[in-house]
């Protein structure tokens, strides 16, 4: 079954084409990546001017609303890579294998986010850039593991075969999530505990926890059109390589 | 006793360019890669 098998029909029953249809998604993707990138800039705005300054971090404390974010928006793109890697192995539909190839690429781009702001917000906080403590160290295999999914993919022709395995490599990486996020909780750390995603109300004053969720938003909007666009692409791409099979 | 806001301004400021351009970039070159294919259709 190719992408060009699983096009649905419109309501009036007319098929449209499957690069039609591909190229829709993709405009969609870029419309809603265009929203996120305004809402990044309004962002900016806001922390800037309106939200207050941490007094004993100072203004190193304003990467907070990058780094949770775009850890949110990494943790979220591995989580449906892997979820979508799972329903592949169910269902055998290869836009599944599409979605889940496009969230891993995805993923990794809001990882090098993280991976970038964290050490800036480390060092003037920890005295380091770095340390080989529980939850940078698992948040590294989790980025290791998905740069090993891209790798892979681009290792295997066959495309029932590369679906596959990469399926099998993102549950892996499903599996890891809760252990980074819990990881805090599970072992010694000197990363922060969660200040919103936990049983108690968030430990946040309402000016910085408002941008918080601004932030959030802005970045899901983000994940949204990154992944939306990407996929796509990926229909495009099989659409193409279908056309030049028949 | 009031204590001075720390100095670190640089690294916020390093952290929002680098945000903002990993995101521009991403976002031209999703565009750019769309655009080519659209082109070889």
Redesign the interface.
Known sequence: MTSADTVPSDSRGIRPSA?AHA?AI??R??II?AI??VG?AAM?VMVQLYTP?E??????Q??FY??AP?AWSTLLAFSLCGIAGGLYLWLRDPRLDVFAESSAEVGL?FA??ML??GP??G??IWGTFWQWEPRLTLTLLEVFLFIGYRALRGAIVDPSERARYSAIVGLLGLALVPFVHLSVYLFRTIHPQPIVLKPSAPSLPWDMLRTLFVSLAVFTV?YL??VT??Y??GL??G??KADHAD | MQ?S?????G??V???V???L???L??WS??R??HR??Q??
């Open positions: 690069a190229t993709a405009r993707g870029l990546t996120g990138l990044l900016i300054t007094a004993r971090q100072g203004l190193a304003k990467i990058l780094h775009t781009v090098a986010m970038s702001t800036l917000w060092k003037p983000l059109g990154f666009a990407r796509g692409l495009l791409r659409t193409r | 204590t806001v720390p100095a670190n301004g690294y916020m390093a952290a929002y680098i945000v903002s990993i995101v521009l991403y976002a999703l565009a890669r769309i294919e659209l070889d259709q």
